[in-house]
Every structure is written in structure tokens, then in C-alpha cells.
């Protein structure tokens, strides 16, 4: 019998080339795919809730994978959770139903920008990983009034880099929050979905509102022109970082009957082949039909 199990968990960034499988190089998907089909003894095909750039840190990310594994999910958490890296955390592994998508099903993100402001560097608090050092003053409520002309569902076009390959680049922001964390400023933005860059271009540009390089009438002109090259900079990656993911599994579509019927019809891994798990084709990890493994939401 196949179940879908979903997965909420942290990773600090900074030595992977980000979420989605890279060949050569050390991603999330990577080494969390390894621990997954050790545990489980089976191929696994992880799908992940947004493909987090290179450097770009999660407190709470979320992704899900089918299984037909037995294995208690108590039993299933720990043995997963103890095969993981130390930049990797599980925080919480639990069965949801067969139609839940880590990406497809999510209703809304919250991205986290951390701007460490002082002259001091950042490396005095050891925090240099995880935040932007931008030792010029910022002025938090210049950059609160240029972000009240960026909530609400816009084409946000001025804010996605070279490489965004979506459809449309319309999207709504429910909120941008500015406050202060001590030395830090922190930018809470929180969207039903982000272009190629767009949280840390939007905090680039905020960042020119903030040391008064850019006047406030500014903010609706850089949105209606569509045009990247009118915004600011991009900020670094090691800023970023998911906090969470929200889902309304209540009002997740039923099973389709051939995803019934894959889910009843898929066993077990055979004995003899569980011993050599990683050298089994790719083909092999079980999908119910109608699910495609591909993430197609682009980080922020």
C-alpha cells in the first residue's frame, strides 16, 4: 500500500548548491534523498516545496515523498532524521493524503530577510552566514512606505532576475513586515508564491529607500514598469532564508481512482533488492499517477 509521508525541516545553506539535484555538486535534495532510500530501502523521488537558491538557509521547509514502506512513522522519523547531515534538521515527518504536493498544494510562503545594520561586522555576533552586512545606515520606516506600494497581487516583473522562466509574473505579496532584532533588520515577506529572486531583489531595492538614494514616489514606478533594470540590486543569499510553508489540507482534491488503485497495487520492495538499494534505477521509486516529481516553484 503507498502512502504519502510528509517532511518539515531546517538546513543551513551555506555549503550546498542549493535545494534541487545538481549532478556533481552537494544539494538538499541530494543528501536528503540518500537518507530517505536508506531508510525506507527503495528509491524515492522527494518533492520540495520551492528550489531554495545556492546559499539560502530553511527554518522551515517542507516536501513529501511516496512510499510503500510499512515502516511505523515514529521509526520511519528517526532513522531517517539520524542518516541526515549535520546541516540538516527533521523536525517532523507524518502521513498526509495521497493528493497532498509539497509545492502544488502550499497556499502560502513566508521568506525571512536578515540585514545585519551596524558598522560592526556581523562576525563579532558569528552570525556572518546567516546575515547581509550592510553597515549603512538604513532608515526602517523609508523602507516600510516604499513596501506598502508592493502588498496585494501585482506583476512583479521589476523584481525577477534573468533566468525566471514562469508563465505569468503575477503573484500576491500578503505582507511585507520591516522591524528591528537588535543589530538586525528583518524583512518578513509572505506571498502565495515568488518569482526568480524576487525576495531578494525586493530587499535590494528596499535597502536604496532605506539610505534615502531612492524617493519614496519611486516605489510605484519601479512595479508598473516592468523592468528589472529600474529596480535595485540583488541582496546576497546567505540572508534568506523559508521560514514556513502553509497548507489547507482539509481542502486537499480526493484520490483519483487510478491513484487509488496504483496506491493499492504498489508493494514493498523485494528482499533481494533492498541490499543494494542506491545502485537501483531511478524508474524504480513509486508515484501514483497524476504526480509529477519535478518542484516548479523558483526561489526567492
Not at 33 to 53: F, K, M, N, P, Y
Not at 126 to 132: F, G, I, K, P, T
Not at 268 to 291: C, F, Q, W, Y
Amino acid at each position: 500500500m503507498l502512502r504519502n509521508l510528509m517532511m518539515t525541516m531546517a538546513y543551513d545553506g551555506l555549503e550546498f548548491h542549493g535545494w534541487q539535484f545538481q549532478p556533481g555538486l552537494r544539494t538538499v535534495q541530494e543528501v536528503v534523498e540518500q537518507a530517505l532510500r536508506r531508510a525506507l530501502r527503495h528509491r524515492v523521488h522527494v518533492i520540495g516545496c520551492s528550489r531554495t537558491d545556492s546559499g539560502v538557509h530553511a527554518a522551515g521547509y517542507v516536501a513529501n515523498v511516496f512510499t510503500p514502506s510499512q515502516l511505523r512513522i515514529d521509526a520511519a522519523f528517526r532513522s531517517v532524521g539520524s542518516r541526515l547531515p549535520k546541516d540538516v534538521s527533521l523536525m517532523d515527518m507524518r502521513e498526509v493524503p495521497l493528493t497532498f504536493h509539497a509545492t502544488r498544494s502550499a497556499e502560502a510562503k513566508l521568506y525571512r530577510y536578515r540585514i545585519h545594520n551596524d558598522v560592526g561586522r556581523p562576525v563579532e555576533h558569528l552570525r556572518q552566514h546567516a546575515v547581509y552586512h550592510h553597515w549603512q545606515k538604513l532608515d526602517i520606516e523609508l523602507m516600510r512606505q516604499a513596501a506598502r506600494y508592493w502588498v496585494g497581487r501585482h506583476d512583479f516583473t521589476s523584481f525577477a532576475s534573468s533566468g525566471n522562466d514562469r508563465f505569468s509574473n503575477v503573484r500576491t505579496v500578503y505582507r511585507i513586515d520591516i522591524y528591528r532584532e537588535g543589530l538586525e533588520i528583518r524583512v518578513d515577506i509572505e506571498g502565495d508564491g515568488f518569482l526568480y529572486k524576487m525576495v531578494r531583489n525586493i530587499v535590494g531595492t528596499l535597502c536604496e529607500f532605506g539610505r534615502g538614494r531612492y524617493p519614496i514616489d519611486r516605489a510605484p514606478e519601479i512595479l508598473a514598469a516592468k523592468d528589472r533594470t529600474q529596480a535595485g540590486g540583488t541582496a546576497p543569499a546567505r540572508g534568506l532564508s523559508l521560514q514556513w510553508v502553509r497548507y489547507n489540507m482539509p481542502a486537499l482534491p480526493e484520490p483519483t481512482p487510478d491513484m487509488l488503485y496504483d496506491a493499492a497495487h504498489i508493494e514493498e520492495t523485494p528482499k533481494h533488492r533492498r541490499a543494494n538499494v542506491d545502485a537501483e534505477p531511478l524508474s524504480t521509486a513509486p508515484l501514483p499517477r497524476g504526480i509529477e516529481p519535478e518542484t516548479d516553484e523558483p526561489c526567492a
